[in-house]
T-cell receptor
Framework: NAGVTQTPKFQVLKTGQSMTLQCAQD?????MYWYRQDPGMGLRLIYY???????DKGEVPNGYNVSRLNKREFSLRLESAAPSQTSVYFC?????????????FGQGTRLTVV | AQSVTQPDIHITVSEGASLELRCNYS??????LFWYVQSPGQGLQLLLK??????LVQGIKGFEAEFKRSQSSFNLRKPSVHWSDAAEYFC????????????FGTGTRLTVIP
């Protein structure tokens, strides 16, 4: 089972460039999430999608956009990358809307903005 | 608002020794509580979770955690640590009502010495 798959695993961007991080899950989960992980700050929620066709802001949404393309896929877009967006990004999914069931995480995308 | 505190940034233990990782949470009602483990370069894996009922919960890899409402704590324990337990450990609290979110602590990095 692949679980949650993120691409790419590593990326270096120049300030002002745009890119899309891809995430796909094969567990037929309704809810999907994007987090960023920064040293000393744990994981913080950027955006989430409770179900196909819906998206909502999390704790740190500024500078990002998301698309829930279908039930399997949830992408995160940086329109104009900034050095402050250097981070490790994790996609996750869960069966239910509230994360009171197990959340499954991808292996992460390490993004550096120079 | 929910919050999670992991007071120990880094803990070093000898292989075979016991382990306790501390977690304190702030939440108005009975929360959903989780412990996740992150091995280097990997995503997060659920170790155990508490929703209700027995306050001592068992997880994978020989870990257990105890929910203590009076102390707002959910400490993770293992009686005998193995070298493969070296990783970063995250405590998280989930909302039981309202907004969909999972709040993570800043993590505790565990080093195991032979």
């Amino acid at each position: 089972n692949a679980g949650v798959t993120q691409t790419p695993k590593f990326q270096v961007l120049k300030t002002g460039q745009s890119m899309t991080l891809q995430c796909a899950q094969d567990m037929n989960h309704n809810s999907m999430y994007w987090y960023r992980q920064d040293p000393g700050m744990g994981l913080r929620l950027i955006y989430y999608s409770a179900s196909e066709g819906t998206t909502d802001k999390g704790e740190v949404p500024n500078g990002y956009n998301v698309s829930r393309l279908n039930k399997r896929e949830f992408s995160l877009r940086l329109e104009s990358a900034a050095p402050s967006q250097t981070s490790v990004y994790f996609c996750a999914s869960s069966e239910e809307e509230r994360q009171n069931t197990e959340a499954f995480f991808g292996q992460g995308t390490r993004l550096t903005v120079v | 608002a929910q919050s999670v505190t992991q007071p120990d940034i880094h803990i070093t233990v000898s292989e075979g020794a016991s382990l306790e990782l501390r977690c304190n949470y702030s939440y108005g009602a009975t929360p959903y509580l989780f412990w996740y483990v992150q091995s280097p370069g990997q995503g997060l894996q659920l170790l155990l979770k508490y929703f209700s009922g027995d306050t001592l919960v068992q997880g994978i890899k020989g870990f257990e955690a105890e929910f203590k409402r009076s102390q707002s704590s959910f400490n993770l324990r293992k009686p005998s640590v193995h070298w493969s337990d070296a990783a970063e450990y995250f405590c998280a609290v989930g909302a039981t009502t309202g907004a969909n979110n999972l709040f993570f602590g800043t993590g505790t990095r565990l080093t195991v010495i032979p």
